[in-house]
């Protein structure tokens, strides 16, 4: 039985600055995976139109986020970096995509609820659809492994859902075509032409909280500044930060489960772990017992330390903007002849005629 060749696919909305979540929930982690895997790096722009159409400047957002990319040191010449709308077999795969998701799947996506409010009748049909477009976005590689935050996990049992689904309808027609790899569905074996893709989610800081409120996630749309570490903060910010991160008055427990319940001061003790490379425990055994006004000054150098040369990298790149350009285009060529091999297959096992 053959099988899907491993890929990493993933992809960052040009949706405002990149901060500490994006940074330690993905990109540090795409920069990991190069070492073993092919990957395909991706700036969804299309996805940043979904909750909000106009952009003061979209084109600058996709750079920032591609610089970013490139200064945490994603090879774009070993793998492919690239602008989700330069490929427009994302957006064809996702349209057919729309008709193998069903509208309740959708429905129960929390991230919808969350971003559409309670004004859901005036959210975008994009919105919806997100989940349908990110689905086309891995699958129109075959991408086998996808590293995310812990907030995209819904939608990465959506894509399995997609390709299961789509897989099972056709899987007479992608055995007469033999483009499949014999799968189990169930009890049954189906011949499927799309990978059961991975969610790539581990590690301390798989979901980073603001540093306002523990309870909510680092966000790029959060109003308050305050409530995130940007990329592209300079020391004394990072710093500044972290001082006046919320915490409670208690010192840090001399045990791990000492943290439930204090979702500020366990959000601190997991970015320090994810910064130092270590875990939680390891932390506890070196800060418990402490209070913040030693643990804070602690996590404000290592994070100065870690993310300083990545914003100083970032500036450097992103003066040279004909450079940044220029991976796009390489990134997006490469990446356009590797989707139209996926829908040239899609199209003949759909029936959809194309020349
Ligand atoms: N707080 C977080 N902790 C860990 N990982 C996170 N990610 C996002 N926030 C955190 C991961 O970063 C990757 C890129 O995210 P995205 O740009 O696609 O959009 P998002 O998840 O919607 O991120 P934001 O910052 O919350 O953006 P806005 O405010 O525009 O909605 C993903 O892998 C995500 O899991």
Known sequence: MSSFKPLVFSGVQPTGNLHLGNYLGAIRK???????????????????????????????????????????GIDPKKHIVFNQSRVSQHAELAWIFNCVARIGWMNRMTQFKDKAGKDRENASLGLLAYPSLMAADILVYRATHVPVGDDQKQHLELTRDIAAKFNNDFSQKIGELGLGVEMQAGDETVNGYFPLTEPLIDGPATRVMSLRDGTKKMSKSDPSDLSRINLTDDADAISKKIKKAKTDPEPLPSELGGLKDRPEAENLVGI??????????????EFGGRQFSVFKPALAELAVEKLAPVAAEMRRISADRAYVDAVLRDGGERASAIAERTMKDVRDIIGLLDD
């Open 272 to 285: 320090y772990a994810a910064l130092s490379e270590t875990s939680r425990e390891q932390v506890i055994a």
């Open 30 to 72: 795409f920069v990991a995976l190069q070492e073993s895997h092919d990957c395909i790096y991706c700036v969804v722009d299309l996805h940043s139109i979904t909750a909000q159409l106009v952009h003061d400047d979209l084109p600058g957002q996709t750079r920032a986020i591609t610089a970013a990319f490139l200064a945490s």
